[in-house]
């Protein structure tokens, strides 16, 4: 659901825009450059209540060009609400029955918060060309005074998207015990390549507007607005994608435009061009130059030496959501980003979302966003202890009963299979379930056995179950997510069902033993009596309990049996520790009896070690 | 190999440029627009010899700012040589050996051919802002007044990347029967909207640059600079990929750079601006204006009323080549073109080469696109006759040996195996060979039943192997390629060993009986006597003749018997109209002996239809 497909029948929330002007020590506030602001002010709305004990608040970070109103409504004049009205307010994914929710706008900026174009104290006259090269540090740095002087210390959580998202990541490096919860949307650690081409252009163009005059223009009443406009215009092609493009303007075209100006009548450049003028009208060409200057050279491995580094002490949790079709951000850059906190043991989530609409998808694929955002802010709190491999802290055992396991599960949904499990992992482990569905059985091993852990899975609907139980996940396929994951990360690497499903077992096998200390692998076995009897008699593909799908639209693209499955470990060095072969009918337990495994196993667990 | 890394040991070519005042009639040059130009001048190199039948040239199309020098060398001083000379020489893919090359600059352009620069006849002055609107067929118009007054009347090829393959198109939908080869490289019918919203935003920075002067500035001996440098570094950006900008520039950064002005000092951002320096010392702003200006306008949609109109009557043989990493001219462009082409039943080959260096690939992927288009050149004449399907026309049978057949086409590769498959074939008939490796197969139809085809295939060896068969070939995946095709399109489908390696067999069944009057499946029967002994003593996944992998790393992710086959068949509402079996030993054909076809069969074909 899009943007425009959401409901909005719930009433209306009526809010205003407030300044604080921030209490500041005698010198004024001081950038990370070393130059200060004598006083700065910062606009700001508040959603919701502050419980009396503080610890709900949760402040939303904007992106680039927006401004302080992120939900509700100013008056009924207005056209639309606040720029995330679709996922701020009561009931919405960001629940304001629940949080005090708090959006400023940033330093530098031109909606309220001090800027180039506010007055400087000693000259009373707009800073213009005076006004210092600001940090995303240094926005993050006044967000955190705007907090601290509500009368915060602990943020519940704090969510941004695209620029907002890079304040996100700033504020579990700069303040790593004051965010609970880090939810980084469509953003990076730093620009690619790319996009700071892009951005590059976009501020030569200003700069060389005659009409900027060194930046100082407020005084002649003009504004560099071509120079502003081509810009904005550059950006906001990096803010779409090719398919949305074509989807909105293909090669429509109308009359009534200037060839002499060389100009075409396309939809895109109408649009491009009211896009363009309606940015003139509502920002300042400072404010873009000084924000964009500081998005551009946001660098966390540059600041701190390492991501490892930026992020060692943060205790936040992490929530970090790319977009399929994203090129100012792409998917590659949070999975880089995720692969380095989990080196770090963080708790952390990495979810791709799929969407045809470019960047701006953070603004416009609401219902996904809502329901991952939603379910990472509602869980309960995970365990405050970071993951430890192996523990000896027993939870009292509590047998939660496994609720809407998914097929790809079923091996492990029955009671007496779970047990089977936890006979395997050790208390207080720390384990990778790899096509975890929708996180149950991490679920039931935290509240029998204490053990912590991580999911794989491609499905989005498993990943919001799987938040929702409070289940780190990251969204995957399993050919590829394992190479998020350092050598010995976890003590056991569980592959549930999912061997056979894969593309390169060989492949997987091996990365399931360099992941972790210990793999436990379960799989149908292909040679069992059942099949063979099955095959030699009937001449037809097995569709039985442990292979349930018919031959041509199942998941199991690589069929095999125990022996099979022996040989490919004896090959690759991986040492089978312990078999638990499980028959389904009589004549496999009366195979298995004569010590027949392979005829009588139905289906297999194995635990496995690298040699 | 990238161009830094081609050989380049052989002799150099030494070249110039010449120019040609072309023959017009009083009225002077008509453009498609009614207006006229007095005189036109063109630019052009040509290299090789033309034969004396003249029928031996080849015509370059340059992209959009390059010019008439494409290969060779001009002087002992030159740094580099023309911009295509990877490709273009002796022994070359495009050898000047055996053909008569000709390149030429377009019209509109600023180096030797007319354009807004070039002094108007009637003024003595440059034309600047009186220079007339042209476009794409006006510059291909100009290229055939040029080849016609070299005393060619029919090209054997033509050949252009980027806005050149534009020109190649509109060549052999403006001169139907004059162009025997139309290359088409990284090009389509028309811009994308995205790629129009960089042109758009490029021109307006250009025509608002307070030095353009309404385009009259070359009496002023100002030049728009700073305009068509941002105008160039837009369009530069869109020439690389997000890939090949990270790998180049990274986030890497030096100093000296001016703060004052947001510069950042990152390397891309000292790129682009050398690029864009370097453009404003070679190339007129009213030539990139007037450029792209017919670049975006092309639309051959627009102009034909469809594409099946534009190339309805047009004789050439196509090869289409997109590139995979390019965002200006996307692949899905050529694939859509290529289907056009296809529902014409023209002869057409489309490869999607496989790069990170986007769309200025076509000037870099100078090994697979030297293979590519040399394949297809100098394969011997394809049949003049379009493929129409099943005229009963017979070739002299002359049993062609296969050569260099991979185990993909390995069923039907013994002599004994081929003339299987000629007895369910009528001659002359229209085939589609799915998954075809190198081609042998249409080519041993064609030879020995005056069968015509088309294959499809994934491996670009394999393509090539095609091209060099004379073998029209589609690179693609085969569960994606057969959308490219309408109903019915061909007399048979074949389909072979190919059913067990897709990814949706059901999907693939479907989709072969829609595409063909007839589909023939060969694959390998997994419940046969042998897998069903094995598996049954031996507990273990067969590794045959007809199923040569270990089960880990095999294609074949979907097993099945030929009772599963037909069960399928019928479900799907597929007639199996004829079913042959073979089998391998003895035992197999006691089997097939006692009427125990899916006991017996180690390899089965079938013919199929729709009900």
Known sequence: MTKSQSPSASPKMWVKTQVLSLRLPPEGFRLVSGAALKAVDVAYEVYGNLDPDKKNAILICSP??????????????????????????????????????IASNMLGGCRGTTGPASLDPDTGKPYGSTFPKITVEDMVNVQKLLVEQLGIEVLEAVIGGSMGGMHALQWST??????????????????????????????????????????DYYAEGKVPGHGLAYARMIGHLTYLSAISMHEKFGRSHREGFDESLFETGFEVENYLQYKGEQ????????????????????????????????????????????????WLFFPEQTRE????????????????????????????????????????????????????????HLAPAK?????????????????????????????????????????????????????????IDIDLRHIVDCLRKNVPVVQSDVDEGLSLFRD?????????????????????????????????????????????????????????????????????IHLFSLRDFQALCERQGVVIERLITISHSWPSRLCLALGLPNLGADFVIAVLSKR
């Not at 980084?184 to 892009?198: H, K, M, N, P, V």
């Not at 091996?411 to 996180?439: H, M």
């Not at 990365?511 to 095959?535: D, H, M, Q, T, Y």
């Open 174 to 215: 700069s303040y790593p015990n004051q965010v609970r919860k880090c939810i980084c949307i469509a953003a990076a650690a730093c620009l690619s390549a790319q996009a700071l081409g892009f951005e590059v252009i976009g501020r030569k163009v200003i700069v060389n507007d005659p009409d900027f005059a060194g930046g």
């Open 64 to 101: 680039l060009t927006t401004d302080a109103h992120a939900a509700g409504w100013h008056s009924e004049e207005d056209k639309r609400p606040g720029w995330w009205d679709d996922l701020i307010g009561p009931d919405k994914a960001i629940d304001t029955n629940r949080y005090f929710v």
């Open 337 to 392: 980003l995720g692969k380095v906190l989990l080196e770090l043991q963080k708790v952390v989530s990495v979810v791709e979302l799929d969407s045809p609409y470019g960047h701006d998808a953070f603004l416009l694929e609401v219902e996904h966003l809502s329901q991952v955002i939603n379910g990472f802010l509602e869980k309960p709190a995970f365990t405050q202890e970071k993951p430890t491999l192996l523990q000896e």
């Open 279 to 326: 940015f003139v009208e509502r920002f300042d060409a400072n404010s873009y130059l000084h924000i964009t200057y500081a998005m551009d050279r946001f660098d966390l491995v540059e600041r701190y030496g390492s991501l490892q580094k930026a992020f060692a002490a943060s205790q936040s949790e992490f929530l970090l959501v790319a977009l399929s079709s994203d």
């Open 488 to 556: 010995k990360a976890f003590d056991y690497a569980i592959l549930n069902r999912t061997l056979p499903v894969v593309k390169k077992p060989e492949l997987v096998l091996g990365e399931i033993v360099r992941v972790a200390r210990k793999a436990i692998v379960s799989f149908p076995n292909f040679a069992c009596i059942g099949n063979r009897v099955g095959l030699a008699v009937k001449g037809v593909m097995p569709v039985t309990e442990s292979l349930p799908h018919d031959w041509h639209d199942t998941p199991n």
């Open 399 to 455: 047998a939660a009963e496994p609720e809407g396991a998914t097929l790809h599960q079923k091996c492990f949904t029955s009671k007496e299979d779970y047990r089977q499990l936890e006979n395997l992992v050790q208390p207080g482990s720390y384990v990778l379930d790899i096509g975890c569905g929708d996180g149950s059985l991490i679920d039931h091993l935290y509240h029998t056995h204490a053990v912590t852990g991580i999911g």
